[in-house]
């Protein structure tokens, strides 16, 4: 598959890592640069996507790990086929918050599901490309738990600090094991400083628009 003139960048983090707040940013600042930009987020994205989300955060539900996985796998795929490929192809930027380092993280860390097993179902589902660039928003889980407090929780978010320890710990792994791919934010400090190390972030790593 030919990567396509565009440039696909995702958002990463635990809950109340800022990643909603800085997409907002990046689609305003980016664009400034001149990309044409694509928001979209995972789960979610096409509508096949969006109906699966709704069931996957639904606090009404008990889902296995296996169900989980399923749901996230075919909302993906179709999510690539529809939404991220199109726009690629069409030179655009797209700024997706979380993606498959989020499952890594969600269901192997948070979940304790064998990364071999999610690695397998990756692999059998043929994503036919993955991000350029991931932007790894890092906070103590203490804090993201804080930050989300007064806000109704979904299924994910009534999960225990220590769930949310361990989705970090694998992030933490795989910008170990792909270094190339990732940059970390110090999500603890003000959105300005935020900020600015998302502008450092796409000097360093962000093509110019339509470098084909
Ligand atoms: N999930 C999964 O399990 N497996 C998967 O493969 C995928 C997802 C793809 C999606 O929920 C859930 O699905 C998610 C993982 C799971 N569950 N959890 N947890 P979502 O999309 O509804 O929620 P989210 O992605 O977790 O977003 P979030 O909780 O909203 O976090 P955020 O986007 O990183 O944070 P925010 O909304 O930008 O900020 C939260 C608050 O903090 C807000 O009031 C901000 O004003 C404030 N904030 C943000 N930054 C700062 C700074 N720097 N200082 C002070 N205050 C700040």
């Known amino acids: 598959m030919a990567r396509g003139p565009g440039f696909f960048l995702t958002l990463e983090g635990i809950e109340g890592a800022g990643k909603s707040t800085s997409l907002a940013f990046l689609q305003r600042y980016c664009t400034g640069l001149g990309w044409s930009v694509e928001t979209t987020r995972e789960p979610g994205g096409g509508p096949l996507g969006e109906a699966l989300r709704a069931i996957f ?34 030179g655009a930027l797209v700024l997706c918050d979380r993606f498959e380092d989020s499952t890594f993280a969600y269901q192997g860390g ?74 970390r934010i110090d999500a603890s400090v003000s959105l300005a400083e935020v900020e600015n190390q998302l502008m450092v972030a796409l000097a360093a790593r962000l093509p110019s628009p339509g470098r084909g």
């Open 57 to 90: 955060l639904d606090p009404g539900l008990d889902l296995s790990v296996e169900e989980e996985l399923l749901l996230l796998y075919a909302g993906r795929h179709e999510h690539l086929r529809r939404k991220i490929l199109p726009a690629l192809q069409r």
């Open 110 to 183: 948070g979940r304790s599901f064998p990364i071999e097993r999610i690695e397998t179902l990756s692999r059998w589902t043929k994503l036919p490309r993955a991000p350029d660039l991931t932007l790894w928003f890092d906070l103590d889980p203490a804090l993201g738990a804080e930050r989300i407090r007064a806000r109704h929780p979904d299924r994910l978010e009534r999960e225990s600090q220590e769930f949310f320890a361990r989705a970090r710990r694998i992030f933490a792994a795989r910008m170990a094991a792909e270094p190339q791919r990732f940059w």
